[in-house]
């Protein structure tokens, strides 16, 4: 009978004790973390180092909540570098106090020598805290903190994950060691892990003591954005707008705008008329859409007459030549005109010859005609109703031909020229007096498509 007790004895004892490791161990693990990306803030550090200070002591293995707090500690640290901006100039550098006995000889040891902050190194000097282990000697560890922040330049963030628990307010005066010595150049921020009353009440204190900082609950910084807001409230100034055109560098599409300059929604130029020339540059405000223009934003002129390629009826005009404001070479051939009429082209009585005096007035109607490639005319020949009909049809016939002959030899293409005989059949003035007649003989040019 007793062999039968001591037995049920045994069994009782090796049930309770599986059932405490089960409880040791059924910690669920810390949820995954997405960081938030903060390089692409556009905002500069305000906080230049970083000292983190982490608890590995034996306190550190028991639960919060449904995590281990050491996991939830080493979480918060890692989540911390990952969110953390590289290559900004921060320096950083992690101490951790307690610890694996078999890892950590001392009571607290720097891991990650302070230097500028690299992630990748920042992760392996964590990996090696792998265990907790030891009483927590927080104020071996603030002593030494000290020390590893003496070459620091500009603003210090000291961040200390702990539960704070059976360590008693002695870290307290540690804290006021190193704000007295540093001033304020140091911000302290405890991060408590768990929410133990007398671990709060101490990291309270050091709140208290370092001024500038403030406490937070390690629990509440699992999160991407949580963390996020965590680091750009210490390290990140605001926004920046380097240019100062109101637009934040972050969304800035055209940094370096010049001072005054108005810009749009995306930090760009203004370019009321879209030509693609900012207005601050644009010496030609107000181009009509669709023109091409040069670098000042003005339309192009390509034979530079100053009259611009989308009004110059008459492109290609020969440098020098004055034209009209369409572009055309003024002359005899007013442009804005569909016949031109010319009594000054004389002829030998009762015959075809041009005489040597009108040749002055062919050579500009020439000239027109060839800095006018795309002007095409008719040229019509008038008499007087003095002599014959047939002879007179007959006769302006052969003058207008006699013109078009003489324009082709002066370079005019006789593809674009027509001569045309009207005789006395249309008069422009009255043909029974001397200055009529005068009149009526003449040579006239008229457009044609």
């Not at 040891?109 to 992760?123: K, M, N, P, T």
């Not at 599409?253 to 300059?261: D, N």
């Not at 006789?414 to 249309?426: C, H, N, Q, S, T």
Request: negative net charge; hydrophobic residues 35%.
């Amino acid at each position: 009978m007793k062999r039968r007790i001591s037995a049920f004895k045994l069994l009782s004892t090796i049930a309770v004790a599986a059932l405490m490791t089960a409880c040791a161990t059924s910690y669920q693990p810390v949820p995954p973390f997405s960081a938030v990306d903060l390089d692409a803030g556009g905002r500069a550090l305000k906080t230049q180092n970083l000292l983190v200070i982490l608890d590995a002591s034996s306190s550190m293995e028991e639960g919060v909540q449904q995590w281990k707090k050491f996991d939830v500690a080493t979480a918060v640290v890692r989540n911390l570098g990952q969110t953390l901006p590289e290559n900004k100039g921060l320096q950083s550098g992690m101490r951790v106090f307690g610890g694996d006995p078999a890892v950590f000889k001392k009571s607290t040891q720097l891991i990650d020598d302070v230097g500028a902050f690299d992630r990748s190194d920042y992760e392996k000097a964590l990996a090696t805290v792998s265990g907790t282990g030891g009483p927590s000697p927080l104020p071996a560890a603030l002593d030494a903190a000290a020390a590893d922040m003496e070459g620091m330049k500009g603003k210090i963030a000291l961040i200390i994950v702990t539960d704070g628990e059976k360590m008693g307010m002695a870290p307290a005066e540690n804290a006021r060691a190193i704000k007295e010595k540093f001033g304020d150049s140091v911000c302290i921020y405890p991060v408590q892990v768990g929410d133990a009353p007398d671990g709060k009440k101490l990291l309270d204190e050091i709140t208290s003591v370092g001024g500038c900082g403030f406490g937070v609950s390690a629990q509440s910084l699992l999160g991407g954005q949580q963390m996020a807001d965590f680091v750009a409230k210490i390290f990140l100034g605001d926004q920046l707008d380097a240019d100062g055109d109101g637009v934040l560098d972050s969304r800035d599409k055209c940094p370096g705008t010049p001072a005054g300059v108005k810009v749009d929604a995306d930090g760009c130029p203004l370019d009321s008329d879209g030509d693609g020339v900012a207005d601050y540059k644009d010496k030609c405000p107000g181009t009509p859409a669709g023109v091409t223009v040069d670098a000042d934003g003005c339309p192009l002129d390509s034979d530079g007459d100053g009259v611009a390629d989308y009004k110059d009826r008459c492109p290609g005009t020969p440098a020098g030549v004055s034209v009209d404001a369409y572009g055309c070479p003024e002359s005899v051939l007013d442009s804005g005109s569909s016949a031109w009429t010319f009594n000054e082209i004389n002829f030998e009585t009762a015959k075809a010859e041009i005489r040597p005096s009108s040749y002055g007035i062919l050579d500009e109607i020439a000239a027109a005609l060839v800095a006018n490639p795309q002007l095409k005319v008719a040229v019509e020949g008038h008499t007087d109703n003095t002599g014959a009909r047939a002879f007179n049809m007959d006769l302006s016939q052969k003058r207008a031909q006699s013109v078009v002959d003489y324009l082709a030899k002066k370079g005019v293409s006789p593809d674009r020229l027509k001569a045309k005989g009207y005789g006395p059949d249309r008069p422009i003035a009255d043909n029974s007096t001397r200055e009529g007649r005068a009149k009526n003989r003449r040579v006239q040019f008229v457009k044609i498509n």
